[in-house]
DNA sequence: GCCAACGTTGGC
DNA sequence: GCCAACGTTGGC
């Protein structure tokens, strides 16, 4: 199994709303960018990512699992998009903000802290496993 | 609100 | 195929 990390500002799409979608998840539309395309294209069912907050909070808030494959991105005509569905799991105990992972040398090659602007990425068995302890909880 | 990093577009 | 111009993301 894979692990990723989907970043969407609250603003415009939060982790509360994500939660309110329940199982049946919500599609993550509108993405723009060829390697966070790829990234979702990757994922299988069951795969498990992370959510992130971006601009606010910056913050690592929950954990959600892919409940669809990547398909025709339905926000767009354009056959180059595709996307996945993503469900709420359960929220983090305790956040990891981006600081926390900046402070952690085991996080230093995190996407999230060298590929700042990249969307959707990838994340390590390793730094999944970081993470989740940071969190409050057993991976 | 600014700006650095980075991706995309389009002229040549 | 190069590269300048431009647009967007996202931290600060």
Not at 73 to 85: E, F, G, K, P, Q
Not at 107 to 129: D, H, I, K
């Amino acid at each position: 199994m894979n692990h990723w990390l989907f970043k969407s500002e609250p603003d415009t799409w939060s982790w509360d709303q994500q939660v309110a979608k329940g199982a049946a998840g919500e599609e993550w539309g509108g993405v723009r960018n060829y390697q966070a395309r790829n990234n979702m294209r990757a994922m299988r069912l069951g795969d498990l990512g992370f959510f992130y907050h971006s601009n606010q909070g910056k913050e690592i808030v929950g954990i959600v699992e892919v409940c669809a494959e990547s398909a025709p991105d339905s926000t767009t005509d354009d056959a180059r998009w595709d996307c996945v569905h993503i469900r709420a799991l359960r929220p983090l105990p305790r956040p990891v903000t981006l600081e926390d992972c900046k402070a952690e040398p085991a996080l230093a090659g995190m996407a999230l802290v060298t590929n700042t602007r990249l969307s959707v990425q990838p994340v390590t068995p390793e730094e999944w496993a970081i993470v989740c302890r940071m969190a409050g909880i057993e991976d």
